[in-house]
């Protein structure tokens, strides 16, 4: 029986490439030792998801069969987390974004606000999509898995109103709070800058 997808293997293949290039990444941030939390909660976990992806898209490329459960126990926790994590992750990058924007330095000012930035980060990126993965996905969950035909393993969900609040609205309440909390200090440094550009005395 040949695979379902006409394209095969051209999806498992893409999903290498990507785990590769994420671990690129990871291993440059690691010997230059220069760490933005944000991108490294990024792609640790895109690398496992990409890479997962491609094993299921070999496994089950040709068949729906139920198997290898633990495996898809993983994969289905792994999918949820990181369907929380890459806004998540947006956010804790924009929120870096905005600290140098408003302080004008890389560095943080005192020793308790790089701890509580840490505190900040650390929950965005780890805490809460293992909360919604770990427990939350046990409470909502409608089976244990689904097996779909050419992809393999994923979560199986339930349909209902706290599954659109804690999880659905996950890729929205992130950007949406990047834009109203981060967005603003962004155009005065700009326009302070453009001021200034303004206002040196063209050359003679």
Same mark, same amino acid.
Do not use: K
């Given at each position: 029986m040949g695979a379902v997808d006409p394209t095969y293997p051209l999806y498992?293949?893409?999903?290498?490439?990507? =785990?590769? @290039?994420?671990? #690129?990444?990871? +291993?440059?941030?690691?010997?230059?030792?220069?760490?933005?939390?944000?991108v490294a909660f990024l792609c640790f976990?895109?690398?496992?998801?990409?890479?997962?992806?491609?094993?299921?898209?070999?496994?089950?490329?040709d068949n729906y069969d139920v198997k290898?459960?633990?495996?898809?126990?993983?994969v289905s926790h792994l999918e949820l987390f990181c369907f929380v994590l890459v806004p998540m =992750?947006? @956010?804790?990058? #924009?929120?870096? +974004?905005?600290?140098?924007a408003s302080l004008q330095s890389v560095d943080l000012p005192s020793t308790n606000t790089r701890r509580w930035d840490l505190?900040?980060?650390?929950?965005?990126?780890?805490?809460?999509?293992?909360l919604i993965a770990g427990p939350i996905y046990y409470v909502l969950q409608a089976s244990r898995f689904q097996v779909i035909e050419g992809s393999g393993?994923?979560?199986?969900?339930?349909?209902?109103?706290?599954?659109e609040i804690l999880i659905a609205s996950g890729p929205i309440v992130p950007p949406v709070l990047s834009f109203i909390r981060e967005t603003p200090p962004y155009s005065r440094p700009l326009k302070a800058a453009q001021?200034?550009?303004?206002?040196?005395?063209?050359?003679?």
């Open positions: 498992p293949a893409a999903c290498l490439l990507a =785990s590769i @290039l994420l671990l #690129l990444v990871l +291993l440059t941030s690691f010997v230059r030792q220069s760490w933005n939390l944000g976990w895109l690398f496992f998801e990409n890479l997962t992806n491609a094993v299921s898209a070999i496994i089950w490329s290898n459960y633990a495996y898809c126990d993983i =992750s947006t @956010l804790i990058i #924009l929120r870096r +974004l905005y600290l140098i505190v900040v980060e650390w929950t965005l990126g780890l805490i809460i999509p293992a393993c994923t979560n199986a969900v339930g349909r209902s109103i706290l599954t001021g200034r550009s303004l206002s040196l005395p063209e050359p003679s």
